[in-house]
C-alpha cells in the first residue's frame, strides 16, 4: 500500500530563520504529491503540488518543495519563515485516494 | 473563506445521541469527502460521493451514515457514538474525485466531543 512518512512531529524556528519539513512517500510508480497547510481552528489548504515536470514546484505564501525520486522525497522548504508559519503541515500522496501523513506542528518563536 | 463551510463548529454529545455534522460548498464541485482528524493519526478517509453517489466506504462503523442529496450539501449522521470517535471532523471537496489529481478544498471541521 502506498504512504507517506514525515518523520518530525515537532519542529521549532525562529522567524527569519530557513525551513525545511521532510516528506518521504513510498509509491511504484511516478507520485503525484501535495503540501498541505492547516493553521489552528482551520481546515487545510494546498500549498503546491507536484505531478511531473519540473521538480522543484513553486507554492502560495513562499513556500517551495523538490521531488527527488532517488530519496522517495518531497520536502518543503522556505528561505525565511515568518509568524504566521505556525501551523501543522501535512505532505500527501495521491494513490486511487489521497493519503496524508502524520503530520508536522512547525511553531515559529520571534 | 474556502467555499466549504461546515455547521457546527463544536459539538458535544452523550453516547445515546443523535446528531447531525452539516458540509455545504458553493464551488460547483462534483465530488465530497468526509475525513476524520484525531490528534497523532493520519487524517483518515471516511466517505467519498461523486456526483451524489457514494464512491468510497472506508470501512466506517454503521453508528456513521452519509448523506447527500444534491452536489452541494454534505451530511454526516451520528447515533450510539463512542468516546473514541472524538475528533475533528473534516468535510472537503474537489471539481471531480480525487482519483483524477484534484485539488481538494476543506471546511473548518467540526471538532466533535463524545462524553
Known amino acids: 500500500a502506498q504512504s507517506v512518512t514525515q518523520p518530525d512531529i515537532h519542529i521549532t524556528v525562529s522567524e527569519g530563520a530557513s525551513l525545511e519539513l521532510r516528506c518521504n512517500y513510498s509509491?511504484?510508480?511516478?507520485?503525484?504529491l501535495f503540501w498541505y497547510v492547516q493553521s489552528p481552528g482551520q481546515g487545510l489548504q494546498l500549498l503546491l503540488k507536484?505531478?511531473?515536470?519540473?521538480?522543484l514546484v513553486q507554492g502560495i505564501k513562499g513556500f517551495e518543495a523538490e521531488f527527488k525520486r532517488s530519496q522517495s522525497s518531497f520536502n518543503l522548504r522556505k528561505p525565511s519563515v515568518h509568524w504566521s508559519d505556525a501551523a501543522e503541515y501535512f505532505c500527501?500522496?495521491?494513490?486511487?485516494?489521497?493519503?496524508f501523513g502524520t503530520g508536522t506542528r512547525l511553531q515559529v518563536f520571534p | 473563506e474556502t467555499g466549504v463551510t461546515q455547521t457546527p463548529r463544536h459539538l458535544v454529545m452523550g453516547m445515546t445521541n443523535k446528531k447531525s455534522l452539516k458540509c455545504e460548498q458553493h464551488?460547483?464541485?462534483?465530488?465530497m469527502y468526509w475525513y476524520k482528524q484525531s490528534a497523532k493519526k493520519p487524517l483518515e478517509l471516511m466517505f467519498v460521493?461523486?456526483?451524489?453517489?457514494?464512491?468510497e466506504n472506508n470501512s466506517v462503523p454503521s453508528r456513521f451514515s452519509p448523506e447527500c442529496p444534491n452536489s452541494s450539501h454534505l451530511f454526516l449522521h451520528l447515533h450510539t457514538l463512542q468516546p473514541e470517535d472524538s475528533a475533528l471532523y473534516l468535510c472537503?471537496?474537489?471539481?471531480?474525485?480525487?482519483?483524477?489529481?484534484?485539488?481538494?478544498?476543506f471546511g473548518s471541521g467540526t471538532q466533535l466531543s463524545v462524553l
Open positions: 472537503a471537496s474537489s471539481q471531480e474525485d480525487v482519483g483524477t489529481n484534484e485539488k481538494l478544498f
Open positions: 509509491y511504484g510508480a511516478t507520485p503525484y
Open positions: 507536484y505531478f511531473s515536470g519540473d521538480t
Open positions: 500527501a500522496v495521491v494513490d486511487d485516494k489521497l493519503i
Open positions: 464551488l460547483g464541485h462534483n465530488a
Open positions: 460521493y461523486n456526483f451524489k453517489e457514494q464512491t
